[in-house]
């Protein structure tokens, strides 16, 4: 079903909600795919789903951002008893890579008369151009390569998130929607007890006004009739909260719909999942639920390789070749002329950098056995929802066949009735059998509705893709 066919379905039904000019309209069907199109078009969870992805992005664009160029400038002037002490001027920018490479340059210009000799420079200053190596630590590893990493990992979990999401949503929404289905139909039955109780009822006063029947046996029957009326009430209210239940997952332009009292699911007969559902060939692995612990493994396992990178000592090389400029303003390049210099230092210990390995293995390890018991839980409840399903097919043949035979019994019971050779106990049990057995029916099926939707979704093929 097409996004326009959704609000052409919605704006009819809408038309039939707020008008009363309508009077008594014919009732109408809601039927399973036009509630899940509307769900996963309008519901805010659905709506909240599609921002993980950007969220995502929003992380991929921050970690790029440990890249960009840096630019900084810094002005210094001391004037003091008509003398210029000094006055700096530097500028500088940082060219970050994901690597342990930082190119680096700028421009100084310095004057004064106690300007320090270390700083001070020609009238036309002084540029640099240069790198900075890590040597040691950084040099492949470093926080913003890892962070970048995690960045793309996190994009998979949060494609993953919105998965869950989505399934999460269509799973409870289903299950509303059969809940409804269930008490509609029963309902149904409730409604024709009703009326073969009533029609005992009237043919118990019409043959006790001719003598043939007792006052015990018109109260019986009055008892009877009465009986069926609390059933149905009582279904009345499960009904009227399975509905409520279903609204809350029915949306349209940001405000949420209700159903008209006419409107009605499709027929509990139906199969109201049109896929045909995979048993044999199943891949867990590519499971949402199973997908995220594995990109949470990765996501924990780059973190992992930037704490095993803190062991080595930090050594880093630092050179800068100095350009002088003239009266032309063109740097002379001279290979004379540099600046260099090495940083290094290393804890003697090491105790933290060891206590975060450790708790980072302990992480990875823990995240390993949710993989397998989760795993294992999908496995087992794929099975018992398969197993559960080819019972459940062959009850609704059993009791297919018992609902046509306590029809007969039923009606056979009537005739005997009519030549006063039952009585309204006898009705009432073959009455009892007869409406049970239709409850039951349309239990199995809605049961059995309820198994493969379990099924699809322990088995991640609820939602296609």
């Known amino acids: 079903m097409t996004k326009s066919s959704i609000i052409a379905f919605l704006v009819f039904f809408q038309m039939f909600s707020f008008s009363e000019s309508f009077g008594q309209s014919e ?16 519901h805010p969870i659905s709506k909240k789903a599609n921002l993980k992805l950007k969220i995502a992005d929003a992380e991929i664009l921050g970690a790029k951002g440990n890249l960009d160029p840096i630019i900084t400038s810094d002005w210094n002037q001391k004037n003091f008893d008509d003398k210029l002490y000094y006055r700096q001027y530097q ?3 940082r060219l970050p890579t994901l690597y342990g490479v930082d190119v680096v340059g700028g421009y100084e210009n310095s004057e004064g008369i106690y300007i320090n000799p270390e700083d001070n420079t020609s009238d036309f200053g002084l540029w ?4 900075e190596v890590n040597i040691l630590q950084g040099l492949i590893v470093n926080e913003r390569r890892t962070a970048l990493d995690q960045a793309k990992v996190y994009q998979n ?5 919105q998965k869950i999401m989505l399934n999460d949503l269509v799973f409870d929404a289903s299950s509303a929607y059969l809940t409804w289905q269930q008490y509609f139909y029963f309902e149904k039955v409730l409604e024709e007890n009703i009326t073969l109780a009533n029609t005992y009822l009237e043919n118990t006063k019409a043959s006790y006004n001719s003598g043939e029947k007792t006052t015990m046996d018109t109260i019986e029957a009055y008892v009877l ?7 149905l009430q009582k279904n009345e209210q499960s009904l009227i909260k399975s509905r409520q239940e279903l609204e809350n997952f029915l949306w349209f332009d940001n405000v949420p719909i209700t159903l008209q009292e006419s409107t009605e699911p499709e027929d509990y007969k139906n199969e109201i999942f049109s896929q045909d559902p995979n048993f044999v060939n199943l891949n ?3 499971h949402p639920i199973i997908e995220s612990a594995l990109n949470k493994l990765s996501y924990f396992e780059i973190e992992q390789k930037l704490k095993r990178e803190k062991l080595k000592p930090k050594l880093k090389l630092k050179f800068n070749p100095l350009l002088a ?16 210099g090495i940083d290094f230092s290393m804890p003697l210990l090491y105790r933290s950098e060891r206590a975060n390995i450790q708790k980072g293995q302990i992480k990875l390890q823990e995240i390993e056995l949710d ?7 999908l496995q087992n409840k794929i099975e018992s929802s398969w197993q559960q399903q080819q019972l459940l097919q062959n009850q609704k043949i059993l009791i297919n066949q018992n609902v046509s035979s306590y029809q007969k019994l039923l009606e056979g019971e009537n005739e005997k009735f009519k030549f006063g050779e039952s009585s309204v106990f006898l009705q009432n049990k073959r009455q009892e059998k007869y409406i049970n057995g239709q409850l039951k029916l349309v239990e199995v099926y809605i049961y059995q509705q309820f198994e493969l939707l379990n099924f699809l979704y322990y088995s991640n093929q609820l939602i296609e893709e």
């Open 27 to 42: 009732n109408s069907v809601l039927t399973y795919n036009q509630y899940i199109e509307n769900i996963l078009f309008y």
């Open 91 to 93: 500028a500088k920018f």
């Open 128 to 131: 640099n151009l240069g790198v």
């Open 157 to 161: 979990l949060a494609v993953n998130e």
């Open 225 to 231: 009739y009465q009986d069926a009326l609390v059933l």
């Open 284 to 286: 867990l692995s590519n």
């Open 325 to 340: 400029t003239t009266n032309n303003v063109a740097p002379i390049y001279s290979a004379n002329d540099y600046k260099w």
């Open 371 to 377: 993989i397998q018991n989760k795993r294992n839980e």
